[in-house]
């Protein structure tokens, strides 16, 4: 299988959840990180290979949550379930709240999940049968290497980006995190698709 990245647990779910999430981590110069993510087995490992084309038709019609200071939201498959998620225009700057995510009924608005996720909400991807929703979000430090001191001195700071998987187990409110093992610099990242039930050969 190659290398497993252990993740970060937040709680334990009662329900296993199935499938296997693709996301992409794209640097500036136009270079992408595939990783894929099986919650059932409890690991994140990168993809060898290229972005498949398919993946963009395997992904939920439902867009995802991100920009949370516009208050967006995003209905399950089903129209069970809505997620949502409130916020400041940039999150992840110093100083400022982290993103707060809501998961709720959409009949009786009861609340199943809630709870501030580290920074930026940047995406957000249903399973297909709706019971399990994946958030993907980013946090951004600024680097303590010398190499970079005249960069920070001159007002433009070296920034790299850290990514979080979230999953969470809808009917439980269960929440898993998986850290993705890369550190960007102007990055950008994407859920491409929830695959359930299969797993993806090119894991390195």
Known sequence: MG?????????????????EIVLDIVQSDERHNV???????????????????EWSQIRSSTPGI?????????????????????????????GSKPDHFILRETGSKRILYQGDLPDA???S???????????????????LNPRYWFYALSGHPMQYETYFLHVIDVP???????????????????LLAWQEGEKTS???
């Open 3 to 19: 290398d497993i990245y252990g993740q970060e647990q937040k709680s334990n779910s009662t329900k296993i959840v199935d499938g």
């Open 35 to 53: 990783f894929l993510v099986r919650p059932t087995e409890g690991n994140i490992t990168r993809f060898a290979g290229s972005v498949k084309p």
């Open 66 to 94: 991100r920009s949370c200071d516009s208050k967006p939201t995003s209905i399950s498959p089903d129209q069970r379930f809505a997620a949502e998620c409130l916020g400041t225009v940039a999150p992840t700057n110093v």
């Open 121 to 123: 909400i940047i995406d």
């Open 125 to 143: 991807l249903w399973s297909r049968d709706s019971q399990a929703i994946a958030v993907l979000t980013m946090t951004v430090h600024v680097s």
């Open 172 to 190: 439980a409110g269960n929440l898993t995190t998986f850290k993705v093992p890369l550190e960007a610099s102007v990055s950008a990242g994407y």
């Open 202 to 204: 090119g894991q390195k």
